[in-house]
């Protein structure tokens, strides 16, 4: 049997959504900005459509694109990769997660230092995670205090020296911020162990120890649908995370995304009757919340040169799928995630060379994932499997 592959370009939107202005983000154009400013080479990108979707410098629009081509819009209230991934899931979240622009509340903050055994909190502000170690790391090295911040987005992160508190306890801490602290009006979509190294002045985050501790998602979902059906589910990357670990037959963990693109490889040469949903962060991790737009365009070129690849594992009927989860400009002040567009790129039998449009939800990826498998769409979107060209419209 066929495979569907899911794989999110994580931060790659495509232009300010029409509510942007609720969240700060009007003129924010991760994709847009960052090609045309930086000028990568994307031929394979290119060939995909990708040039289709909006106006690119160095990817001009095809006439006879290898996908379908369109864009999606976000409708859950928030722009986090939760949010994002849930969406695209079949869930759609009404109300956003909880945030704190002004930090978290006093009894929050007591709780926490009283469970660690502290006598408070740093930080306690919405920082990005390379700042937040430079101003508060050399003041926990001495008072043993964890760096307590968030962000714009519904997070409850915590950075600890690794020489003052060891991984095992950090992850401990975070465990019980998930599940006795931030729950009710305060349940955040994920809580964030972010441990570092180095001396002041020149501490540095430890990325491939971060872990994420997310709400198990509600279901239906379409991993729930296709399990339920006998269909195996895979996750590589940190999807398995922003779903609270539950959901997937196998799950591959991966610290750039140069190792996903080689696990997915890996995978594709045996995969058969299979889900596999993929995340790919640097672009958002490394380069769009450190405002690094050549990065990020680097990241983009990276995934570029491995699409030849991906497309010579895939069999004749498998569906691929190439989108985001929220978009996260370099170019802009902001070093947060935005609420934007993001790219949608199809392959599959019948899809070639055709304009999918403006998709009124991300949850149109799950009704397509519906279709696929052949199972009763549950959820609210419209599937882009079922827009297939009949033969006298392709002449």
């Known amino acids: 049997m066929s495979n569907f592959y899911l794989i999110i370009l994580d931060g790659v939107g495509c232009g300010h959504q029409e509510d942007a202005a609720q969240y700060g983000d009007v003129g924010s154009n991760t994709l847009g900005h960052v090609v045309n400013s930086m000028k990568p080479e994307l031929p394979n990108f290119t060939r995909l459509g990708l040039g289709n979707i909006i106006p690119l410098d160095t990817v001009p629009p095809v006439l006879n694109s290898l996908c379908g081509f369109g864009k999606m819009r976000e409708v859950s209230a928030g722009k986090d990769s939760t949010t994002g991934h849930w969406e695209i899931a079949g869930i759609r979240m009404p109300e956003a997660f909880p945030t704190y622009p002004e930090g978290f509340p006093a009894e929050i903050a007591q709780t926490f230092a009283e ?45 600890t020296h690794t020489d003052i508190v060891p991984l095992e306890k950090l992850y401990a801490w975070c465990r019980f911020a998930r599940e006795e602290l931030m729950t009710g009006e305060h349940a955040v979509g994920r809580v964030i162990a972010r441990p570092f190294a180095g001396e002041p002045g020149k501490f540095f985050r430890l990325t491939d120890h971060r872990q994420d501790f997310s709400l198990v998602a509600p279901e239906p979902n379409i991993m729930s649908e296709l399990q339920g059906a006998g269909i195996k589910t895979y996750s590589i990357g940190k999807i398995i995370d922003l779903f609270g670990g539950v959901g997937f037959t196998q799950y591959r963990k991966t610290h750039s995304n140069a190792e996903g693109i080689s696990q997915l490889l890996s995978l594709m040469h045996a995969a058969e009757n299979s889900f596999v949903f993929v995340n790919l962060i640097d672009t958002d991790q490394l380069f769009g919340h450190r405002n690094d737009p050549a990065g990020f365009a680097g990241s983009l070129e990276e995934f570029d040169r491995a699409i ?81 060209k009949k033969p006298e419209e392709t002449h």
């Open 115 to 159: 469970h660690t055994g502290t006598s408070g909190i740093l930080a306690n502000k919405p920082f990005s995670g390379t700042d937040v170690i430079r101003n508060f790391g050399e003041e926990h090295l001495k008072t043993g205090k964890p760096i307590v911040y968030t962000s714009a987005d519904s997070v409850f992160q915590v950075a």
């Open 308 to 388: 030849p690849a991906l497309f010579s594992n895939l069999k004749d009927d498998d569906v691929l799928v190439i989108t985001a989860d929220h978009g996260n400009d370099p170019t802009t002040v902001s070093t947060d995630h935005a609420r934007e567009f993001v790219p949608l790129l199809v392959y599959g039998k019948g899809l070639e060379g055709q304009s999918l449009g403006t998709r009124a939800t991300f949850s149109d990826v799950a009704a397509s994932v519906m279709h696929w498998a052949g199972l009763e769409n549950l959820f609210t979107g419209r599937s882009f499997l079922a827009e297939k």
